[in-house]
């Protein structure tokens, strides 16, 4: 009797310890994880095994990832060598943190880069996409790929949203029958389930704002050129931006700190971004206090409206919160042509997106190493062909066929480039100008398409959970540049209220 309560004692005693590990693992931030890494709490190799098994018991309900990296361990393996012959001090801050990345962002190893279409498995790349030059660098361990919308919700109008070929359709792991949202799900909802410490996403307009919004994580939309799009299957050269989803502000902002520059494969645009980069980084502007003095601006219509009894209480809370912590709220105001800004044929950004597309894609594609198909039109076809496990008649081609058609940057296309560049300087410029805002704030990923079409910067943090239990953020844009504010901002607001928690399913 003694022996056998001894025994129960020790096994119960090894599960506690067991359960408390995981759990310490579970919603760790970088910080934390780097601490677990000094103290020899932790190695990389145990890290990216916590996340392989996280990954092989939740995936295959979730679809968050789309691929492992055959390499993770060689990677945490390489990454513990070098923190016995290197002062921890000395070390990068993801150095042996492991990163999923978005399927449209390339690696030069053992992963395909896809866009989740069975169209480009088997092509290879000329290199790493830059942001990815940049992790390796800082020590990061690639884990594998994040699954996504197909080709960024860029191929038909019926698809839902987290849905892909090769990568199936992604959950909501707070509320599985609710949307991700997408065009970064997988990321977003690899990051909220605890498969991965940290993920990188891609926006041309919403990708990374509206999945983190509905899943409860942190993301950062940089202001366009802050981050290289090189190696990345693009939309918009104007558009296309690279940014972390993480569980926090400060595990996105070091993610940030380590993907910013300059890349001569992409040197227009991150010549003329690498200027906004702050002296010394962006964790710098990480404070607590961050909210005092800020003007923070609210478009009620269409911004701050409600149907959703529990949501408007929790951000009437939340708009109390701020002015308690310093903000200066500038309430009511009006943002000129919204409603043209927030659609895209009116705007002008889906007759520009179209041309740009199947320039930008095509010259991805003749650029491969090796590829199954070399252009759009034979992406198309490879559609046509394999429209079954494509699901052609069922989410449709109608924005690769409409982009196909196009012929080039001419008068339509300048016309409708010239018209949002009005949009965005009558409308959202002059908004934030004339009463010197530092961010202005929307309900959700509401907000999106003013920042897509001016390339300007936006944040999301978890916010609230509505009636039905679906996360909710707030988002946080400004003007070019405005990361410094925004970051200030947004982990004050973080911080302030934290209102993440991790999903139950």
């Not at 999301?460 to 509505?466: D, F, G, K, L, S």
Request: overall charge neutral.
């Amino acid at each position: 009797m003694q022996a056998n309560s001894c025994s129960s004692l020790l096994i119960l005693f090894a599960f506690i310890l067991l359960t408390c590990e995981a759990i310490s693992i579970k919603e760790a931030t970088i910080q934390d994880l780097q601490t677990a890494f000094e103290q020899n709490q932790l190695t990389s190799r145990q890290l990216t095994e916590f996340y392989l098994n996280e990954i092989q018991k939740l995936n295959p309900l979730l679809k968050g990832v789309i691929e492992v990296n055959p390499d993770a361990l060689y990677l945490a393996d390489k990454a513990d060598q070098e923190k016995k012959t290197k002062p921890h001090s000395s070390l990068p801050t993801l150095h042996g943190i492991p990163i999923l990345l978005k399927d449209n962002i390339g690696t030069k190893d053992n992963l395909n880069t896809t866009a989740g279409s069975f169209a480009l498995v088997g092509s290879v790349i000329p290199r790493d996409a830059g942001v990815v030059m940049k992790l390796r660098k800082a020590g990061a361990v690639v884990l594998g790929k994040a699954t996504l919308s197909e080709w960024a919700n860029f191929r038909g109008l019926n698809a839902p949203d987290g849905w892909s070929a090769r990568g199936g359709q992604g959950k909501n792991p707070y509320v599985l029958s609710a949307n991700p949202c997408g065009s970064s799900s997988g990321s977003a909802i690899s990051v909220a389930s605890n498969m991965v410490a940290v993920s990188l996403g891609t926006e041309t307009d919403g990708s990374i704002l509206c999945p983190c919004s509905f899943n409860a994580v942190v993301g950062i939309k940089p202001t366009v050129g802050l981050t290289s799009r090189a190696g990345v299957i693009p939309i918009s050269p104007r558009q296309d931006t690279i940014g972390p989803i993480c569980r926090t502000v400060s595990d996105a902002v070091h993610v940030l700190d380590a993907i910013v520059g300059f890349d001569y494969n992409d040197a227009q645009a991150t010549r003329i971004g690498s200027q906004y980069i702050p002296y010394g980084g962006y964790s710098q502007f990480l404070k607590t206090d961050g909210l005092i003095g800020k003007r923070l601006g609210i478009v009620r219509d269409p911004f701050f409206t409600f149907s959703d009894k529990l949501l408007e209480q929790t951000f009437q809370q939340h708009l109390q919160t701020l002015r308690r912590k310093g903000a200066i709220l500038v309430d009511n105001l009006e943002i000129a042509n919204i409603d043209t800004i927030l659609n895209a044929t009116l705007s002008g950004e889906a007759i520009s997106l179209l041309a740009e597309f199947k320039i930008s894609f095509n010259s991805y594609l003749e650029n491969l190493v090796a590829s199954p198909v070399r252009s759009l039109a034979e992406v198309i076809a490879f559609n046509q062909e394999f429209s079954d496990v494509e699901m052609i008649k069922e989410f449709g081609q109608e924005i690769f066929l409409a982009s196909e058609a196009t012929q080039g940057i001419g008068d339509l296309e300048k016309k409708a480039i010239s018209s949002m560049e009005n949009l965005t300087r009558n409308g959202f410029e002059k908004l934030m100008i004339e009463n010197k805002l530092d961010a202005l704030m929307s309900v959700g990923p509401s907000i999106a398409p003013v920042l897509a079409i001016g390339g300007f910067p936006g944040i999301t943090v978890p916010a609230a959970y509505n009636s039905k239990k679906i996360p909710v953020g707030i988002s946080f844009g400004g003007l070019k540049g405005s990361e410094p504010k925004l970051i200030e901002i947004a982990y004050g607001f973080e911080q302030a209220t934290k209102i993440r928690k991790p999903p139950t399913f």
